[in-house]
């Protein structure tokens, strides 16, 4: 690929910066991956990354993105104990009080810790010639030139010591800095414009832990997911990782003053929403770490493209352009869409810049387009009416009526306006 500059700074050495920085090794000489984060070799779990101590899947999406940019990084991933897992096949799946069968409907998705993940593709960004990791270096603002036409650095302070302030200079600054991400004040600090925000209210909060489940349960499946029905608002997922370990994640839609935070919160939590076979894995399993809480208030996104001040030589990309519900599952596998926009541009030989913005942002967008609207939402405004085509009652505006799980035949087809997966009563 064409040269295009000299150095390009990332901040935040999340998925997506280190995604990013791998694609921009092609196109700029230098690159380097700030984070605020002291980030350790061994991979634990980190401040900068709350999420990263619940349940992370990558999808078969982002999984192939991921192997094109690190060929062979998916069988080191496995070889160092990953899990891959054939969705229905292998991983079981109940939506709206229905268990879909078990019949194979596309390719696998790869399960592993996200400290474990992150660990890998960061050992490979690393290895990358002109790749420089700073860390414990807070981003805390962006310079610009005299026009306020184009972003000619970032603002940096090590540690919190604001006496330590200095700027870095790049011919592009990306902005991979997640949720938090404070591009928008900084813009604004310059006297430019705020992007627009959208905001999606979702208020779920999780609770999670590393287990060690007894071997008659973890030889039976790698996963498991159970959605909430009405009535229930809550959800939980079991999922295999590397070590021989199981991360059960528990989630309350009704944005968790009763999530489990503590041990019997957690057992007294499963045991309403886990098939009886999978809480007594849970019951008879070995805590491997404390339990962990995130409360994930809404999904945004920042409309960067409708800027018409927008400068030059600046991008964001990942949480900090849009989020996602971690019900879905996308965040990274956007993350990974995104570096390949990114990459298309710097192929066609441009500076990324606000061009390279919109094409990210196409990405996020049509993912986000086909997604479901959240969970939560179904049981806070649906008050019911209509059938769905198998003619069950739908309360919800996407789940039906028909009878739990536990009765649901594995044959039969599914009537296609909801998730239930058997004849029409009486046919
Ligand atoms: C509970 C939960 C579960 C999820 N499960 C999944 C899943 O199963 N599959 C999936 O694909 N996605 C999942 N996601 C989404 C996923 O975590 C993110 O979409 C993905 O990690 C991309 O994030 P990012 O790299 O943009 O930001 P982050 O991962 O949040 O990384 C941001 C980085 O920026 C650094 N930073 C922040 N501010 C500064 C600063 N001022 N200066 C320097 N550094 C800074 C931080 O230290 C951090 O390293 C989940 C999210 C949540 C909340």
């Not at 990263?52 to 104990?81: K, N, S």
């Amino acid at each position: 690929m064409q040269q295009i500059g000299e150095h390009a700074v990332v901040l935040g050495a999340g998925m997506s910066g280190l995604l990013a920085a791998r694609v921009l090794t092609e196109a700029y000489e230098r690159v380097t991956l700030l984070d605020r984060d002291p980030i350790r070799a061994d991979g634990s779990p980190r401040r900068g990354v709350p999420q990263g101590r619940h349940a992370h899947v990558l999808l078969a999406r982002g999984g192939e993105v991921i192997e094109d940019l690190f060929p062979g990084i998916t069988g080191e991933l496995v070889a160092d104990g990953a899990v891959t897992a054939e969705p229905l096949v292998d991983f079981r799946i109940c939506v709206g009080g229905h268990t879909l069968r078990p019949v194979p409907v596309g390719p696998s998705m790869l399960q592993c810790t996200r400290p474990f993940l992150e660990h890998h593709v960061r050992d490979r960004v690393l290895a990358l010639p002109g790749v420089t990791a700073v860390n414990g270096h807070d981003a805390v603002g962006l310079s610009i030139d005299a026009h306020r036409h184009r972003i000619t650095g970032v603002r940096v302070v090590h540690g919190r010591d604001v006496s330590t302030e200095e700027t870095l200079t790049a011919d592009l600054v990306v902005d991979a800095t997640g949720r938090a991400g404070r591009t928008p004040v900084w813009l604004e600090t310059l006297g430019l414009s705020r992007p627009r925000e959208e905001e999606f209210r979702v208020n779920v909060q999780y609770a999670s832990r590393l287990m060690r489940l007894p071997r008659d349960y973890a030889e039976q499946e790698k996963g498991i997911t159970v959605g909430a029905v009405p009535g229930r608002p809550r959800g939980m997922g079991v999922f295999a990782v590397e070590g021989g370990h199981h991360i059960v994640t528990l989630a309350d839609f009704l944005g968790g003053h009763r999530t489990a935070a503590d041990e019997d919160g957690f057992l007294e939590f499963a045991a309403t929403v886990s098939p009886p076979e999978v809480l007594s894995a849970i019951r008879r399993g070995e805590p491997v770490g404390e339990i962990a809480t995130y409360r994930y208030r809404s999904s945004v996104r920042r409309h960067y493209q409708e800027l018409s001040d927008l400068p030059d030589r600046l991008l964001v990309t990942g949480d900090g352009l849009c989020s996602f519900s971690p019900a879905y599952g996308q965040g990274m596998t956007v993350a990974a869409l995104q570096a390949l926009a990114l990459r298309d541009t710097l192929a066609q030989g441009r500076p990324a810049s606000r061009t390279a913005s919109s094409g990210p942002r196409r990405n996020s967008s049509s993912i986000r387009g086909t997604s479901p609207s959240e969970p939560t939402s179904h049981f806070r405004r649906s008050r019911g009416g209509g059938r769905c085509r198998s003619g069950w009652p739908m309360p919800t505006s996407h789940s039906c009526t028909r009878p739990p799980p536990s009765t649901i035949s594995s044959h039969g087809s599914s009537c296609g306006s909801c998730t239930c997966s058997t004849r029409r009563p009486g046919s």
